[in-house]
Structure formats: structure tokens, C-alpha cells
């Protein structure tokens, strides 16, 4: 007398809490997608072998298995972009990020957050830049950035996100 609807039922639950557990967005970035719809797939290809549908199992694990290793070699959409956390901190730098924006630009650089700090006390203001481009901002370009801006005191970057 087992109702499997409700075995079945009861998988789904689980797994959309596995599934919810597992998507984070974090600096404007959302990772995770790809596992917890792993997860999914694995769950729906166990019910389906678990209820006797074992051709269909296997048949959609090859399908799967096949799609991750032709997918494994094209980055498509968001995952072509890198993500860097750029920081600066400039001194009277009134016009810094008009300067900072248009450099953005030549690098073919979009921002996707920002926000800045100002400090009255030394006269700084902290930029704070979440930006993505098809190549991670290179040491040498942030090098060469900052040595044409004495104004600028403090700059740092986390690149490689992705």
C-alpha cells in the first residue's frame, strides 16, 4: 500500500531545499544554477529508474552526460565575462570617477555596482566597483592606470570571479 506519488513528492521537496541551499548571489554575481539543476536531473533520472523506467534513466543520464561535455568546452552568455572588484582611493580626486569611467570604457568594461566612501577628515574618497568584461583587468593595466593618477593613494582588485 505505498503511495508512490507521495515518495515522489517527497523527493522533489528535498531536493528544492538542497537546490536553494546551494544558489548564492554574492558581488552581483549568482552561482550555483548549473549544480542545484545537477542535483534536479540526478533526482528525476533516480525516480525514473526507481519506478522501473530504467531505459529512460539511461537514456537521459547518456543525454545529460553528452550536453556537459560539448557545454564544458563553449563558455556562453554571463559565463564568457569576468567579474573584478576594483578599489581606489583617491586623494581631492573631485573628478576621479568621470576619469575612472572613461578608462572603464577603453578596457570595454561594464560596471555593475558601485559605490564610494568619502573620508572629510583626510580628504579621501574610497570607490568601490563591481565590473565585467570578456578578459580580467590585468595587473599591468591597473599598473599603468595608476601611475598616470598621482591622486590615486590606495587601488586593489580581486580579479577572477567567474
Same mark, same amino acid.
Given at each position: ?5 507521495? =515518495?515522489?513528492?517527497?523527493?522533489? *521537496? ?7 541551499? !546551494? @544558489? ?9 544554477? *548549473?549544480?542545484?539543476?545537477? @542535483?534536479?536531473?540526478?533526482?528525476? @533520472? ?9 531505459? =529512460? ?6 543525454? !545529460?552526460?553528452? !550536453?556537459? #561535455? ?9 559565463? *564568457? ?18 576619469? #575612472?569611467?572613461?578608462? #572603464? ?31 580580467? !583587468? ?14 590615486? @593613494? ?9
Amino acid at each position: 500500500g505505498a503511495d508512490p506519488a507521495r =515518495i515522489a513528492a517527497q523527493v522533489v *521537496s528535498g531536493l528544492s531545499f538542497l537546490g536553494a541551499g !546551494i @544558489i548564492f548571489r554574492r558581488e552581483g554575481l549568482v552561482r550555483g544554477l *548549473s549544480t542545484a539543476a545537477g @542535483i534536479w536531473l540526478t533526482g528525476a @533520472i533516480g525516480l525514473a529508474v526507481g519506478s522501473g523506467l530504467v531505459g =529512460i534513466g539511461v537514456c537521459a543520464t547518456l543525454l !545529460i552526460l553528452t !550536453i556537459q #561535455l560539448v557545454m564544458n568546452h563553449f563558455t556562453l552568455g554571463a559565463d *564568457s565575462y569576468s567579474a573584478c572588484v576594483l578599489e581606489f582611493t583617491v586623494k581631492n580626486g573631485q573628478h576621479f570617477f568621470e576619469t #575612472l569611467l572613461q578608462q #572603464l570604457k577603453e578596457w570595454d568594461a561594464t560596471v555593475v555596482e558601485s559605490s564610494y566612501d568619502r573620508d572629510d577628515n583626510e580628504g579621501t574618497t574610497t570607490y568601490n566597483l563591481l565590473v565585467r568584461r570578456k578578459a580580467p !583587468i590585468s595587473y599591468e593595466e591597473m599598473r599603468e592606470f595608476v601611475e598616470k593618477h598621482p591622486e590615486v @593613494i590606495r587601488s586593489k582588485d580581486a580579479n577572477a570571479h567567474r
